[in-house]
């Protein structure tokens, strides 16, 4: 059983996830977070299984966001990896962008003359750049990702 509990999802994501797209007075019983946890993470393990094997015959020992986008097309999940695809793109371009501001950041505290702000320890670093501002949305059944949203 402690096996099979460490292979899963956290229950109170799953939860929490699946009481996002219901209308707040919704009611999720506890079998069916279970059953939605179960699909939820044999689903990830067939996914990324089907990555390390590409990555197995590649003889490459770290799976990336690029195999898995590989693997979910592979498996049929076109419309999926088409939009990991755009958002692993994304993901790249902000953090490249966020790692130029702070080489740039790093550059111009050498020039000036270090501060500590109230309850941050000297040598430590805060990071102050906005988090991405990343959309998703919810699919109607038999709505497809490549429509346009409303």
Not at 58 to 73: F, H, Y
Request: charged share 35%.
């Amino acid at each position: 059983m402690a096996d099979e509990q460490d292979r899963l999802l956290p229950i109170a994501n799953v939860g929490r996830i699946m009481k996002q797209i219901l209308p707040p007075s919704a009611k999720i019983s506890k079998e069916a977070k279970e059953r939605i946890q179960e699909c939820v993470s044999e689903f990830i393990c067939f996914v990324t299984g089907e990555a390390s094997d590409k990555c197995h015959k590649e003889n490459r020992k770290t799976v990336n966001g690029d195999d898995l986008c590989w693997a979910l097309s592979s498996l049929g999940f076109d419309n999926y990896a088409e939009a990991i695809t755009k958002y692993l793109y994304k993901y790249r371009e902000f953090e490249k962008e966020r790692a130029n501001q702070n080489k740039a950041t790093s550059v111009e505290d050498k020039d000036e003359a270090p501060r500590f702000d109230k309850g941050v320890q000297p040598g430590k670093e805060i990071d102050t750049t906005p988090a991405a501002s990343l959309q998703f949305r919810v699919l109607e059944r038999g709505q497809t990702s490549l429509a346009k949203p409303t």
